[in-house]
C-alpha cells in the first residue's frame, strides 16, 4: 500500500486555515485544499503496515489503505468507489469527524499518522466535481414500505441503504429541512449546507421520499405508522442537559443549541425572533467538546466583546495520556481553529450561581476552582477549593453540556422500551425494538456520538430490516466489509 518508502520521504501534510482576521468576518469554509500532486503524496505516506489497525478504529470499517493505495496511484475514480462502499457520506465525515482511524493509524506509533481524513474529503469531492457520484436506483421494487424517522446522519445512511434493496422508503423530518444536528447543529463554517443539499438531491433521484416539518406523534398521527411494514427510529439524543445551579432562570442563560441554530436559520434567510446574540457581550462557555468550540467560534463571528470557556474536567496533557495507549482513543488536548479565533479556557472550574439583576437579566458568574478526589474502588469526588470563588462579568452564558438522551415521548408512544441509560432499547448488531417491526439506530439507541458511528449504525440497521422484510439481505455489512474490494 501507497509507497514502501513515503512515509520516510513525505513529512504529513494538512490544510491550511485563512488567516483569523479573515475569516470570522463570515460563515463560510476557510480551509485551503492541498494540490492534487500532495494529496498523492501524502496517501503514498501509508507505510503498507503489517496488520492496519485504522479499520479497528474506525466504525464503519473504511478501507483506508485501498482508497489510499489508490490515491497515490492517482486513480480517484476508483478511491471514490472503495469509500462508498463502506461510507455513505464522506464528505460528512470527511469535514466533522474526530478521526479515531488516524489515532489508531500504525505510523503513529513513530511518526505523524496519515491524514486519513483529508484524504476522504478530497477524494468525496473529486468524485462530486467529476460527477462520478451519480443516483443508484434499484433495478427492483420490493413493494415493502419503511419510514425513517429522523434525517440526520443515521436516518440517512438508513434510508439510502434500505432504498437500495429496493424497498420504499419515506423519511419523517421534524425540522424545516433535512438533516438533523448536521443542518442546524453544525455551524456553517465547519460545514456548508450546500455540501448536504447536493447529497440529499441524489437521494430523492434514488427514490427516498423525504416530508419536513412532521413531527410525528404531534402534527402526525402515530397510527399512521401501522401503514408502513417497518419503522425506523433515528430521532437521536436531543435531551439537553442542565445544572442545578442558581439563576440558572436568568434571561441571558441559553442552551447552546438554540443560539447555534438560531444563527444558522438567519444566515439562510429564515425568520427567528428575539435572535439570541454575542455581540458586545462578554460571552461565558460552559462545556469543553465540540459544541463549546462551536459557540466559540459562533460568538467571535457576532462580534463578541470577550469569550470565556469553563471546563469542570481536569486539563488535558499536550500529548497521548499514558492512560489511553495506542490504538485506543486518546486522552489528549484538543485545540480547534474556534479555540484559535479568541477564547480564554479554564479548567476545573464550576460555575456556583447564575447572578442576575432585578430584571432577571444575567450580569455575572460566580465560580470556584475545584478538584477529583480519586478512590480506588468509588466514584470520583468533585471537591471545592477553600478561598477560589470568583465573580466573571457575562451577559450571555451558553450551555454546551450535551445531550442526556433521546426525547421519549415518541418512545411512550409506541410502546418502545428503555435501556438503563434512557435510551431506547436495541441490541447492538440487531437494531430491533421491543416491538418486532420497529428498528432503532444512531444517537437514540446509543446516546450522544459521532457522525461516523450514527453513519455505520444506520447502514447496519438496513441490514437488519432488510433482513426482517426479506428473509436475506445482500446489503454489505461492515464486518464483510472487506469481500467488497477486489482489486
Not at 61 to 73: A, E, T, Y
Not at 92 to 110: D, H, N, Y
Not at 116 to 145: H, L, S, Y
Not at 307 to 322: A, L, T, Y
Amino acid at each position: 500500500m501507497g509507497k514502501v518508502t513515503g512515509f520516510k520521504e513525505f513529512e504529513r501534510q494538512d490544510e491550511a486555515n485563512f488567516p483569523v482576521e479573515e475569516r470570522i468576518k463570515h460563515y463560510k469554509e476557510f480551509t485551503i485544499p492541498l494540490a492534487e500532486e500532495q494529496i498523492k503524496k501524502q496517501g503514498s505516506r501509508c507505510m503498507d503496515c503489517g496488520i492496519p489497525f485504522c479499520h479497528s478504529g474506525c466504525p464503519l470499517g473504511n478501507l483506508i489503505p485501498d482508497f489510499n493505495h489508490m490515491v497515490h496511484q492517482g486513480e480517484w475514480q476508483k478511491a471514490s468507489w472503495i469509500l462508498h462502499s463502506t461510507n455513505n457520506f464522506p464528505e460528512f465525515t470527511g469535514r466533522l469527524c474526530p478521526a479515531p482511524c488516524e489515532k489508531s493509524c500504525v505510523l503513529g506509533l513513530i511518526e505523524d499518522p496519515v491524514s486519513i481524513e483529508n484524504i476522504e474529503k478530497n477524494i468525496v469531492e473529486q468524485a462530486f466535481k467529476e460527477g462520478w457520484i451519480k443516483p443508484q436506483q434499484p433495478k427492483t421494487r420490493t413493494g415493502k414500505t419503511i419510514a425513517v424517522i429522523g434525517s440526520g446522519p443515521a436516518g440517512l445512511a438508513a434510508a439510502q441503504q434500505l432504498n437500495r434493496a429496493g424497498h420504499l422508503v419515506t423519511v419523517f423530518e421534524r425540522d424545516d429541512e433535512v438533516g438533523g444536528l448536521l443542518r442546524y447543529g453544525i455551524p456553517n463554517f465547519k460545514m456548508e449546507k450546500e455540501i448536504i443539499d447536493r447529497r440529499i438531491e441524489i437521494l430523492k433521484l434514488e427514490g427516498i421520499v423525504f416530508k419536513t416539518n412532521v413531527n410525528v406523534g404531534v402534527n402526525y398521527n402515530i397510527k399512521e405508522l401501522k401503514s408502513f411494514d417497518a419503522i425506523v427510529l433515528c430521532g437521536g439524543a436531543t435531551e439537553r442537559r442542565s445544572l442545578p445551579t442558581p439563576g440558572i432562570d436568568a434571561d441571558g442563560v441559553v442552551q447552546a443549541m438554540d443560539f447555534l441554530t438560531q444563527q444558522t436559520k438567519v444566515l439562510f434567510g429564515k425568520k427567528v425572533e428575539n435572535q439570541i446574540l454575542a455581540t458586545d457581550k462578554h460571552v461565558i462557555v460552559i462545556g469543553g467538546g465540540d459544541t463549546g468550540s462551536d459557540c466559540i467560534g459562533t460568538s467571535n463571528r457576532q462580534g463578541a466583546k470577550s469569550v470565556v470557556n469553563f471546563e469542570i474536567m481536569p486539563k488535558p496533557p499536550g500529548h497521548r495520556s499514558p492512560t489511553t495507549p495506542w490504538p485506543f482513543w486518546p486522552l489528549q488536548l484538543k485545540t480547534s481553529s474556534s479555540h484559535e479565533e479568541g477564547v480564554e479556557r479554564n479548567w476545573l472550574i464550576n460555575t456556583k450561581e447564575f447572578i442576575k439583576d432585578k430584571n432577571n437579566k444575567l450580569t455575572a458568574l460566580k465560580t470556584v476552582n475545584v478538584e477529583w478526589k480519586m478512590v480506588p474502588g468509588e466514584r470520583p469526588q468533585l471537591i471545592e477549593i477553600e478561598g477560589t470563588e470568583k465573580i466573571w462579568p457575562c451577559d450571555l452564558a451558553l450551555l454546551a453540556l450535551g445531550f442526556t438522551g433521546p426525547e421519549k415521548t415518541l418512545a411512550e408512544k409506541l410502546g418502545i422500551e428503555f435501556d438503563s441509560r434512557s435510551n431506547y432499547k436495541a441490541d447492538y448488531g440487531k437494531y430491533q425494538t421491543n416491538i418486532p417491526n420497529i428498528f432503532t439506530a444512531g444517537d437514540m439507541r446509543r446516546g450522544q456520538s459521532l457522525i461516523v458511528w450514527a453513519i455505520s449504525e444506520g447502514r447496519e440497521a438496513a441490514r437488519q430490516v432488510d433482513i426482517f422484510l426479506m428473509g436475506k439481505s445482500e446489503l454489505p455489512s461492515k464486518d464483510i466489509a472487506g469481500d467488497l474490494v477486489a482489486m
